[in-house]
């Protein structure tokens, strides 16, 4: 076995084994995108493309330069990063200095001092998550490094498509956290008006919408401090109870 083959195979080894609850979603494109770096043919800094916020970015790299020489895909709407986003292919630039595909992308890169760029899908589920962008300076990538990097990015994608999967779970997870504090927090305000003032659960939490319409807050936030109130037993808010 060769060292280049060598090398992906203990890299995918590396990705397979990864456990994406060990750091945050950067955390982990970082980790991928340093490993990139380490296996794939004469690679000097890589990047990776997602959708940031409904655009497309570069969401995470080794070097600063990559998402100033990516910069120029945006703006125009053209570059190799995006094509294997848009269309789940493997481009290779050969040379920055003679390609014409991408001319405004390849003459920012060559003023970089890039010579050579690979960019490759990141597909999982048979949907496009993003494409790792690999760049070198001293040399050229060639066809086993496509070859190699391909194997590299499929096991990539399964990885970020997890990492994303768990984040958004968990997000969700504590946003439904919340959500039941919240109400717990407006049923015990509501039981503490309809405590003093007789109102049955209806009138109460009317009360509690007026309050927090008229001085412009939160309604969770309008029930926490008449909550506060009561168990400091001190009177509620005057403008809540003569409502």
């Not at 995918?12 to 990864?18: D, I, N």
């Not at 493997?90 to 014409?100: F, G, K, L, P, Q």
């Not at 503490?192 to 008229?214: I, P, W």
Request: hydrophobic residues 40%; aromatic residues 6%.
């Amino acid at each position: 076995m060769s060292n280049p083959e060598k090398a992906i195979r203990e890299s995918v080894a590396v990705l397979s084994e990864f456990f994406v609850g060990e750091g945050t979603l950067g955390d982990t494109l970082t980790r991928v995108a340093a490993l990139a770096c380490l296996s794939i043919g004469p690679a000097d800094m890589a990047g990776i493309t997602m959708l940031v916020e409904g655009r497309v970015r570069t969401a995470v790299f080794t070097d600063p330069e990559s998402p100033e020489i990516d910069s120029a895909q945006y703006d125009t709407g053209e570059g190799p990063c995006l094509d294997a986003f848009r269309h789940q292919r493997v481009y290779r630039i050969d040379s920055t200095a003679t390609d014409h595909n991408w001319p405004t992308f390849s003459a920012l890169a060559a003023r970089h001092g890039i010579v050579s760029t690979l960019s490759l899908p990141l597909i999982a589920h048979h949907e496009g998550v993003g494409a790792l962008n690999l760049y070198a300076r001293s040399d050229r990538f060639s066809a086993a490094d496509e070859d190699l990097g391909a194997i590299f990015a499929t096991q990539a994608a399964i990885v970020l498509a997890n990492a994303q999967a768990y984040w958004d779970a968990r997000h969700l997870s504590e946003q439904l956290g919340q959500a039941m504090q919240f109400r717990a927090v407006i049923e015990q305000a509501k039981g503490v008006l309809m405590a003093t003032g007789g109102r049955n659960a209806d009138e109460a939490f009317q009360l509690l919408v007026r309050a927090s319409q008229r001085e412009n807050r939160k309604l969770r936030d309008v029930a926490t401090d008449l909550v506060e109130r009561a168990q400091q037993r001190r009177p509620p808010d005057r403008s809540l109870v003569l409502d």
